[in-house]
């Protein structure tokens, strides 16, 4: 019984949300705080980089393409600092070669996604991301 209410229990997690399009920004962040995580909106790089020093997120969900410091930028900053240990980084973009993505994944980068996913699956998107060893009901391992 107490693997299944692990299961059923919801993933709270924090969470910095870098993204310069403030619609769509808006449009996550209230998906993500409806699901019952904390969300910290930033709207270029340089506050995201200040956010996750000053926060000490789970979890950044940053756009590559930003401005003041693109996404890759904030990462390679963030790769000497001791508050981003643990981090996990999710990059979001609608454009990614594989240049781009290579070096995401050297800088600690754990998924891409496409901003043009359905917000409908953003909420397991994050949960597998915080809690990648927790098995999902309907999934091998459930």
Request: glycine share 6%; charged share 25%.
């Given at each position: 019984?107490?693997?299944?209410?692990?299961?059923?229990?919801k993933?709270?997690?924090?969470?910095?949300?870098a993204?310069?399009?403030?619609?769509?920004?808006?449009?996550?962040?209230?998906?993500?705080?409806?699901?019952?995580?904390?969300?910290?909106?930033?709207?270029?790089?340089?506050?995201a980089?200040?956010?996750?020093?000053?926060?000490?997120?789970?979890?950044?969900?940053?756009?590559?393409?930003?401005?003041?410091?693109?996404g890759?930028?904030?990462?390679?900053?963030?790769?000497?600092?001791?508050?981003?240990?643990?981090?996990?980084?999710?990059?979001?973009?609608?454009?990614?070669?594989?240049?781009?993505?290579?070096?995401?994944?050297?800088?600690?980068v754990v998924?891409?996604?496409?901003?043009?996913?359905?917000?409908?699956?953003?909420?397991?998107?994050?949960?597998?991301?915080?809690?990648?060893t927790q098995?999902?009901?309907?999934?091998?391992?459930?």
């Amino acid at each position: 019984m107490e693997s299944v209410d692990k299961l059923s229990a919801k993933v709270s997690a924090t969470i910095v949300l870098a993204q310069d399009d403030s619609d769509l920004r808006a449009i996550y962040a209230l998906c993500l705080r409806e699901a019952g995580h904390v969300v910290w909106e930033a709207a270029d790089g340089a506050q995201a980089l200040a956010m996750v020093r000053a926060r000490a997120p789970e979890l950044l969900l940053i756009d590559i393409w930003m401005p003041i410091l693109n996404g890759l930028e904030v990462l390679e900053r963030l790769g000497r600092d001791s508050e981003a240990v643990g981090l996990k980084v999710v990059m979001l973009s609608n454009q990614s070669d594989a240049d781009t993505r290579l070096e995401g994944y050297a800088l600690g980068v754990v998924d891409f996604w496409a901003k043009d996913m359905s917000i409908d699956d953003l909420p397991q998107r994050i949960e597998r991301v915080v809690c990648p060893t927790q098995a999902m009901p309907g999934q091998p391992g459930s």
